[in-house]
């Protein structure tokens, strides 16, 4: 806040100083205004000049024709009498004839000027000595001698003074000696000849000059300024509008008019000036279309005083008199430009800035010119311009606080990123530092170099802490994904594409929620609930099962994704949204199979413990308990002894069995492959069960096909899951019944079948019997002995051998069978 302030009072103080500077520049730099005239001159372009008003000249040629100035006058009146014949509207006769010659030749001038009637002559303003006092010196009028002043039809002055820079821009149009006594100027005079205006005829108004028909527009300052004893003497200033260069009017040579060369007819009803152009005469003075440096002279190159009367004469009958702008709608117009410069500055930036002051810049000109060409008035451009560059130090002052909000910014992006990195290079380190401690006297911005090696330090940070997080992301071994509000993904690290099977590209913009229901993992509805939670900040988790081709389990958590802190979005200048709003999810997907299996195997271990080993170990416990305790006879504790040995086997053979499925599902038992021989494998079989068959009365046959060929399969491991199913088979059929094994090949696979005639396992109960410790309820209870163990040891041992179990059962009993896939070699065996 108080920083704004001071730059508040900073631009208004600049704004001041360039007020100021269009004040000195209006009032005390004039010729800086009265040059840029010149320029709209040479940018506005000559005009056609009236040909009705023609120049005959007193040049180079009729000096060398007549001789050199002056001429006797009678050469003068042969000139004017030609002139006469040839009916000119009006003449004007720029020659000062002051002082005597011979009276011959003052008579036939005197009678010429007298035949034309319409002949104007000039006097000159000039200093001279009053005769009582010498020293008191007055300004009187030069005029003609009386016979010719007699003669002409006016008196006009032919006073025109240059301004400050030496260019002529205006003239005065009346003008008074210091006796009051005022001459209109030349020009006017012989407008009046040529127009027969009568002296009734003119009107002085505030600001005009009304000449006959015509209207001037002047400057009357001299109004408020009477001289002692006159009512109202006024200079009647009015700038020349000029027609181009010197040589834009038509110029006659006045030789070639005493010699009879110029046909009347071109001078007929015109104004004729006669004046002196050749160089040598001096009548000339610099106008607005001079060029300088060229020309004949090295120095300005000058318009005859002759065709300076021209343009006036031309100014004021085709009413192309300027109109000046006072100095307040200069002032004024200096101002609104300083003005728009200034708000352009303030609420523009970059380009849009630079293109409004260009067009300002532009309108300044085009507008300048168009009041200069069209209106007829002298726009006030340099107060106009100066105000326009004067507002720079404004753009300077901003340019200036922009580069030293951009160092703060910068030392504050570097200070919050150091220490990030351990590893940073030293330099780096030492740089960071630099920016950091940014004690910079008188508040000055740091340099450029200072601005890139700030730039150049952010940028290895931030990128070295971007590959940090990479890396993290990367290397996790959970997947990530990132989605916005609406559940699109915006970012998936590596293990989620991975977990996928698609690339980040394949990701990106994919609805996260139908990524998941859609593959059926997931219910569409828990998500959805657990989606809302996390967005109102309770983070959720959900479990979920991916079950082909092994069953892996993984759990999705979910929590809300906030908006950066505030003062993060202010230093990227990024929208900033309030900290703490939730702009998406955060989604992590854990591989939870591990875990699951664990917790399994807890499970199953606790229902072990808890149950199968419990029976066999109460009844060891107990009957121990009674012999130990009761004196039992002879025949009894042999009875008691037994059951207490079958349940310590029971119980032995529980906990192998439990084992070994265990150590068989966790990998940590490998197979020992070698080449079995399927006949002797099932004969083995059929020896061990022989007794418990025959104990049950149960005929145990095989049947193996003499062509099955040798297996590569782990010997010990197939042997416990065929006595598995054999054992099964006896144990749940009832007497006299018969249990078959079979082998044979069947397509790839070998078929192991064992088929009993036994009670069957009912239909409910088919899905279950694979399951550990599953047992039916019919054979728990008739006290045939097992654990639930052996069939999914059968499966277990088929699988790792890369085979299934499957079986068939009815009332009239059961089949199993084991299918083995056949290696080549195997089959290659079987042929030999
Ligand atoms: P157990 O140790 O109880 O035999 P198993 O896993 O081998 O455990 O068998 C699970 C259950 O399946 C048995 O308890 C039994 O009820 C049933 N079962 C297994 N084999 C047969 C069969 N051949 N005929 C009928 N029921 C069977």
Known sequence: MIKNKSQTIRAALILLLSVTLVVIVTWFAPSLSVASSNMFFRLRGAFNAPDDVVIVAIDDQSLQRVGQWPWPRSVMATALDKLTQAGPRGVGLDVIYA???????????????????????????????????????????????????????????????????????????????????????????????????????????????????YRITVTDEAVASPLPGVSVVRQNDMLINFAGPAGSFRYYSIADLIDGKIPPSVLAGKIALIGAVAESMGD??????????????????????????????????????????????????????????????????????????????????????????????????????????????????????????????????????????????????????????????????????????????????????????????????????????????????????????????????????????ERGVLDPLRLRQAARDAANGRSSQLEFEISTPEPRYFSLHLSALAALGASAGAATGADIIPTGTVIGLVVMISDITKRVELDRMKTETLQLVSHELRTPLTSIQGLSDVLLKFPVAADESREMLRTIHSDAVRLGEMINRYL????????????????????????????????????????LRSQVDPNAPLLRADEQLLTQAVNNLLSNAIKYSPPETEVVVTAELNHKDLLISVRDQGFGVPEEARERIFEKFYRLERDADSGVVGAGLGLPLVKEIVERHGGRVTFESDASGSTFTIHLPIQPQDLAIAAH
Not at 478 to 504: H, W, Y
Request: proline share 6%; glycine share 6%.
């Open 99 to 213: 002082e005597p010659s011979s009276p011959e030749e003052d008579r036939r001038l005197a009678a010429a000027i007298a035949r034309n009637s319409r002949v104007v002559l000039p006097a000159q303003l000039y200093e001279s000595a009053s005769k009582e006092n010498p020293a008191n010196r007055t300004m009187v009028w030069l005029r003609p001698r009386p016979e010719f002043a007699n003669a002409a039809r006016g008196l006009g002055h032919a006073h025109v003074s240059p301004e400050v820079d030496g260019t002529v821009r205006g003239i005065q149009l009346s003008k008074a000696d210091d006796h009051a006594d005022r001459l209109w100027a030349f020009g006017l005079e012989v407008i009046r000849g040529a127009e027969q205006i009568a002296n009734e005829d003119v009107e002085e108004k505030p600001g005009l000059l009304r000449f006959g028909p």
């Open 660 to 699: 070994d499925l265990t150590r068989l599902e966790s990998g940590a038992q490998p197979l020992h492959l070698s080449p079995v021989s399927c006949q002797q494998l099932i004969a083995g079989c059929v020896r061990n069960l022989t007794l418990p068959a025959a104990e049950r009365q149960i005929n």
């Open 284 to 517: 000339t003075r610099v106008a607005p279309f001079s060029r300088y440096g060229t020309g004949r002279s090295q120095g300005a190159q000058g318009m005859p005083g002759v065709e300076i009367h021209a343009n006036i004469i031309n100014t004021i009958r085709s009413n192309l008199s300027f109109h000046p702008l006072p100095d307040w709608a200069a002032f004024v117009a200096s101002v609104i430009v300083i003005l728009l410069s200034a708000l352009t500055i303030r609420f523009f930036d970059g380009w849009r800035q630079v293109a409004i002051l260009g067009l300002i810049l532009l309108s300044i000109i085009a507008g300048s010119l168009f009041a200069f060409s069209r209106a007829l008035i002298i726009p006030p451009l340099a107060p106009m311009l100066t105000g326009f560059l004067a507002v720079i130090p404004l753009l300077l002052n901003r340019a200036l606080t922009a580069s030293r909000e951009l160092d703060t910014k910068l030392a504050a992006l570097v200070g919050s990123q150091t220490g990030f990195l351990s590893t940073a290079p030293q330099s780096n380190a030492q740089s960071g530092a630099e920016f950091i401690n940014n004690q910079w006297w008188l508040d000055l911005p740091r340099s450029l170099a200072w601005k890139l090696r700030a730039v150049d330090d952010l940028t290895t940070r931030l990128l070295s802490r971007m590959s940090f997080i990479d890396r993290i992301l990367s290397s996790m071994d959970e997947g990530v994904l990132v989605t916005d509000l609406v559940g699109s993904i915006v970012f998936a690290n590596p293990k989620a594409e991975r977990l996928f099977g698609c690339d980040q590209t394949e990701l990106i913009g994919v609805d996260f929620a139908g990524l998941l229901t």
